[in-house]
Structure formats: C-alpha cells, structure tokens
C-alpha cells in the first residue's frame, strides 16, 4: 500500500488556477502510475488524468484536456496536478491513487478507472466560484 497526500486545493475565481501536489510515501514510487480522480457532491468519483510510471505518456478526461497538465517529478516522489482556466464545474474533492500492479500502461484512448488504482489519498477540495 502506498501512503499519498494531497496538497493545494482551495477557493479559486472563475478563469483562476490552482497546482495541486500528490506527495507518496514509498522507495517504489517510480514503478506507479498515479491518476487524479474527483468527486462532486452526488457524483460519482470520476477520472481526470493519468501519467505513466515514467512520466513519459499522459491521458486526459475530453473536459480538461487543454486546461490541466499532470506532470510527476519521481525525485521528490511527487506528482502535480497543474489546472488552468476553471470552471465552475471543476468544484470538487481531488483525490490522486497509485496503481494497484505497478508499471500500469497509460495512453490515451487506454482509459484507466478506479479499479486499476489501489492506493488512494484523502483528497483536497478545489471550489471554483463565478
């Protein structure tokens, strides 16, 4: 099991960005896909992006793609989640996971879900006000 915490949530204005930060607690950190996921209240937790163990592929939900960049910096065992241009209906709970096996193939059109992730953290709320 891998330990994540997330860090960066916040209020934000419309238009506005925020950078969240997953920080994992392993020596095997660079052998894990890490997916961003959110949660708004009476939804379902849904996919947002993906990054490969190496950080060399990514993968986008249609809604975000050209506003948010995920990017990881296996030095600091740490993963970014770089949003730009938010939108109201950004407003959720952002919880980062790792993957449950370990060097999971990540591309678009190769969709993961919650069940290819085994580790998840305690998330952090990003609220976009208009």
């Known amino acids: 099991q891998v330990q994540l915490v997330e860090s960066g949530g916040g209020l934000v204005q419309v238009g506005g960005s925020l950078r969240l930060s997953c920080v994992a607690s392993?020596?095997?950190?660079?052998?894990?896909?890490i997916g961003w996921f959110r949660q708004a209240p009476g939804l379902e937790r849904e996919f947002v992006a993906a990054?490969?163990?190496?950080?060399?592929?990514?993968d986008y939900v249609d809604s975000v793609k050209g506003r948010f960049t995920i990017a990881r910096d296996n030095a600091k065992n740490t993963v970014y989640l770089e949003m730009s241009s938010l939108k109201p209906e950004d407003t959720a709970v952002y919880y980062c996971?790792?993957?449950?096996?370990?060097?999971?193939?990540?591309?678009?059109?190769?969709?993961?879900?919650?069940?290819?992730?085994?580790?998840w953290g305690q998330g952090t709320q990003v609220t976009v006000s208009s």
């Open positions: 996971a790792a993957d449950s096996l370990g060097y999971r193939t990540v591309l678009p059109g190769f969709r993961l879900s919650r069940k290819d992730f085994g580790s």
């Open positions: 990054v490969s163990w190496n950080g060399k592929t990514t």
């Open positions: 392993t020596r095997t950190f660079t052998t894990y896909a």
